[in-house]
Nanobody, 124 residues
Framework: QVQLVESGGGLVQAGGSLRLSCAAS????????MGWFRQAPGKEREFVAA????????YYADSVKGRFTISRDNAKNTVYLQMNSLNPEDTAVYYC?????????????????WGQGTQVTVSS
């Protein structure tokens, strides 16, 4: 099992940047593939980015490609989401998720473990 705690959310102006962090407990973090999802008010949770357990592949939603970067530091049991050129459409609660599968997935149903979420608000 793994417990996940997100941090780094906040209020930022359009065009600004934020870096989200997701700290994982447990000694087997390096065996989990990780994902970031987000949910805006009144909308369904959507995929943002994912990274495989060994950091050899990553995937992005078309809406964030070129602006967001997912990375991981297995020594620190942490996955990051660097978000640049933010716009108001990026406003949402961002969730970190973990799966024991060795490939990164865009499908939220593949992830067994979830954090509590961190709010990101982008003002225009």
């Amino acid at each position: 099992q793994v417990q996940l705690v997100e941090s780094g959310g906040g209020l930022v102006q359009a065009g600004g940047s934020l870096r989200l962090s997701c700290a994982a407990s447990g000694r087997t973090f390096s065996s989990y593939s990780m994902g970031w999802f987000r949910q805006a008010p009144g909308k369904e949770r959507e995929f943002v980015a994912a990274i495989s357990w060994n950091d050899d592949s990553s995937y992005y939603a078309d809406s964030v490609k070129g602006r967001f970067t997912i990375s991981r530091d297995n020594a620190k049991n942490t996955v990051y989401l660097q978000m640049n050129s933010l716009n108001p459409e990026d406003t949402a609660v961002y969730y970190c998720a973990a799966t024991e599968r060795h490939y990164a997935s865009r499908n939220a149903a593949k992830y067994a473990y979830w954090g509590q979420g961190t709010q990101v608000t982008v003002s225009s």
